[in-house]
């Protein structure tokens, strides 16, 4: 059977770094408040020159670098954000051009912080449909562009960046000893809407719009919800929370990613955390934390690893890989 397996990854981060020292002389917080309550310390934010296609650009470079391709090797671009450079076209587009790749497709998905989830279970299908061969998927936001500054709840808890990975088909026998994407599990449901959204919209407001959110709501689900998808995503591959080498959750607050943990059964030791360099980044989250425990030398050849997310909607799944 065919699967969809990981040959390359990259990540791109913004020059500028934000200390919570920073955030001081901005709002009424403090360093101790921000660690204490969310595990980040820094954040990195784009600067005038650098946007979600630019960060999703130097990223997606490094991870054809790191698979050892160029572009004319990609059929398919898929990029996942909620901070698109325009309304239209999708930012995927003009990542594209901007890699000169002037063949196959590209297109944008949008699910907020499950956004690379979902781009993944996407890519996986078009890959095991035979619809493609190889495909760049990428997650890159600037959510500094949606925060209220004045809102000390929230301009805290988000930086900007971008994650890539390049999946290319390889022969699998079907069984969990196979290399690249197990299994994937995606959920939603839109009643929660109004616990964590932006007030803006080309449609309502006709304005971008800021980033609104019920924090003690969003904990409170952000737990809860994420085991489905996960007990699903063992069950179609026949493992248990024992046979997990990392967990790399979605990194928006380390005491959400820590209770996760403790509720699924996964030592600390076995979770990659990234939340207190990063910031929660959005749809990049996840390529972001993976990039780091790669390049760290934690996830190698032969691993399984889980990743997970849930975002504004709520949406929220989990892809289960052989590393």
Wanted: charged content about 25%.
């Amino acid at each position: 059977m065919i699967r969809s397996a990981v040959t390359g990854i990259g990540r791109a981060l913004p020059k500028r770094i934000m200390t919570n020292q920073d955030f001081e002389h901005i709002v009424e917080t403090s360093d101790e408040w921000i660690v204490q309550r969310t595990g980040i310390r820094q954040r990195h934010i784009a600067g005038d020159d650098e946007t979600t296609a630019s960060l999703g650009e130097e990223a997606a470079r490094n991870a054809l670098a790191s698979a050892g391709r160029d572009p004319s090797d990609i059929d398919l671009i898929i990029l996942a954000t909620s901070t698109p450079n325009n309304t239209f076209p999708a930012t995927a587009v003009d990542i594209q051009n901007r890699l000169g790749m002037h063949h196959g497709a590209a297109f944008d998905v949008q699910a907020v912080c499950s956004g690379y989830i979902y781009a993944l279970a996407t890519a996986d299908l078009y890959i095991r449909g035979g619809m493609a061969r190889r495909v760049l998927v990428i997650g890159a936001e600037t959510f500094s562009r949606l925060l209220d500054w004045e809102d000390r709840t929230t301009c805290v808890l988000f930086g900007d960046g971008a994650g890539a990975l390049v999946l290319e088909a390889t022969e699998g026998v079907g069984l969990t000893s196979d290399t690249g994407i197990l299994a994937s599990k995606l959920r939603s449901d839109g009643c929660h809407k109004e616990k964590l959204y932006v007030d803006g919209g080309p449609s309502t407001t006709r304005t971008v719009g800021h980033l609104r959110m019920q924090g003690r709501e969003v904990f409170k689900h952000a737990v809860g919800m994420i085991t489905d998808v996960i007990e699903d995503s063992f069950a179609v591959a026949g493992i248990t929370a024992d046979d997990i080498d990392w967990f790399v959750p979605h990194q928006a607050n380390r005491r959400i990613i820590e209770a996760s943990a403790k509720k699924l059964g996964i030592p600390e030791e076995k979770v990659v955390i990234t939340v207190d360099r990063h910031g929660n980044t959005s749809a990049a989250s996840v390529p972001l934390a993976l990039s780091v425990a790669v390049e760290e030398g934690r996830i190698r050849k032969g691993d399984l690893v889980l990743l997970e997310a849930m975002g504004g909607g709520f949406t929220w799944g989990a892809v289960l890989l052989r590393w």
